[in-house]
């Protein structure tokens, strides 16, 4: 018997494998383990620098600020709803995820372009002496 080369799709059956062995999955946020939430109330600077019909990502404390309309403002978890990556962009009212390619709406956090099914969790925020507060 004589032996085969190994087919690029054997190699990819492997990586996948191992991918589900949860090796390598570190770009991923742990697997979901990132808080969907700030744990305490955080002032995240001046309301000002949230566009009107826009938003911002505070990506260290993994929140998204929208302001649908003037004077509205929306908080948004920025943990990815598929894998619990913390998103990367937010491009006018769209919301990527670098790892898998998610994408959400950046005013109502709703899901405009999978693998993510949910869409992401809302946070509260609210206007306090000009600074945006979440909790």
Request: charged letters at 15%; one cysteine or more; a neutral charge.
């Amino acid at each position: 018997m004589t032996e085969q080369p190994t087919c690029r799709r054997t190699l990819l059956q492997g990586a996948a494998l191992a991918g589900v062995a949860g090796i390598g999955l570190t770009a991923c946020g742990g697997g979901g383990t990132s808080s969907a939430t700030p744990s305490s109330p955080t002032d995240l600077g001046a309301a000002d620098q949230i566009p009107v019909g826009g938003a911002k990502l505070f990506r260290d404390d993994k929140v998204v600020v929208a302001q649908p309309s003037k004077g509205t403002y929306k908080g948004f978890s920025a943990v990815c709803t598929h894998a619990g990556c913390v998103v990367d962009n937010v491009e006018g009212a769209v919301i990527s995820c670098p790892c898998h390619g998610s994408r959400f709406n950046a005013l109502t956090g709703a899901v405009e372009q999978g693998p993510a099914g949910a869409p992401l969790a809302e946070v509260p925020v609210r206007i306090q002496g000009g600074k945006i507060i979440t909790g």
